[in-house]
């Protein structure tokens, strides 16, 4: 497909140019095993540690706080299960419903085990009850799990007055920060967060390669048993291409912070603005106050999104009903569902996410054909005609 109009950046993202270039020789000359004794594995061990500064520098951290894993996923179940396995006298853990299935399903999965699992609830805008949060640790607490920003809706929550809260309850806080890690600046080293979970392919990296930054003094056990990698606390050969890439998105991601929260914000609200002027019966998703600069989730009431998805596909465009995780789910999208938004709505609700590859004639053009599609689908959709009635 020539003429792709790619609005789907929180599923995943193109690899910059520049990534791509770093990660290359690594498949063909660099192509030294890190934990050889010889000069030529040695130097590929200098450069995963070049990438390991590189990340620590986008997340504001210690080089030796950074582990590398294989994606965000396992990231979460690394930081989940690590911490229940040095506890075992602790069997609950307080999340919130809203979180990515990486989470809500490690956490259900040890329900099954004999933990309890308590899910925060959520208001209107996606906005968490924190005095609830708060009512819900207790002594048998050995974690908190909050996502810093929803996957689905953009919506950020108040990660630092959260891990603060948490903190002062002597709890370990863990945070998914899949998607807010390169859109919003992170400071690690001031912070009371103890485990952060990022992807690589989210911030314009490979997919295959993500990041657990642990917290010096925060205690975990060992998810992958086997050599002595990552400090020994992840055994297996390292990706030492999907490393490099991931350093040098991160390198990038500090440098086009900015123009994400300035330029991509502004294409994101254009695109938004010109959605609801064009298509009546239709309202944005989340907190406009507090949201990522690229993501805009939008309900159309009375269709289908999968059939908005499916006409929008025909002229090339991209865009989601949801978590790309969840997509071969009839279901309306639990975060949604959390929300409040009544089923008309949250059946048809479309997800755009934008990067910094979106440009200006992108949007405009998705608004020029986004308008017909719906009206379109109304006037075949039998909930229309029962809300004439």
Known sequence: MNNVIYMDNNATTRVADEVLEAMLPYFTQRYGNPSSMHSFGGSVARDIARAREQVAALLGCHPEEVLFTSCGTESDNTAIKGVLSMMPEK?????????????????????????????????????????????????????????????????????????????????????DA??????????????????????????????????????????????????HQESGRRGGTENVPGIIAMGKACELAMRYMEEENIRVKALRDRLEQGILNTCPDCFVNGDMDNRLPNTSNISFEYIEGESILMM???????????????????????????MGVPFTAAHGSIRFSLSRYTTRQEVDFVIEKIGPIVNRLRDLSPFVAKAEK
Not at 122 to 132: A, M, S, T
Not at 312 to 338: M, N, W
Request: with cysteine; charged share 20%; glycine share 10%.
């Open 91 to 175: 069997r609950k853990i307080v999340t919130t419903r809203v979180e990515h299935p990486a989470v809500l399903a490690t956490c259900r999965d040890l329900e099954r085990h004999g933990y309890s699992v308590s899910e925060i609830g959520v208001d209107r805008q996606g906005c968490l009850d924190i005095d609830e949060l708060g009512f819900r640790i207790d002594d048998n607490t050995a974690l908190v799990s909050v996502m810093w920003a929803n996957n689905e809706t953009g919506t950020v929550f108040p990660i630092e007055q959260i891990a603060e809260l948490v903190k002062v309850r002597g709890v370990v806080f863990h945070t």
């Open 178 to 227: 899949v998607q807010a890690v390169g859109k919003i600046p992170l400071n690690l080293k001031d912070s009371p967060i103890d485990l952060l979970s990022l992807s690589g392919h989210k911030l314009h990296a490979p997919k295959g390669i993500g990041v657990l930054f642990v917290r010096r003094g925060t205690r975990i056990g060992t998810f992958m048993h086997g050599g």
């Open 312 to 338: 929008l596909d025909k002229f090339g465009i991209c865009a989601s009903s949801g978590s790309a995780c969840t997509s071969g789910s009839l279901e309306p999208s639990h975060v949604l569902r959390a």
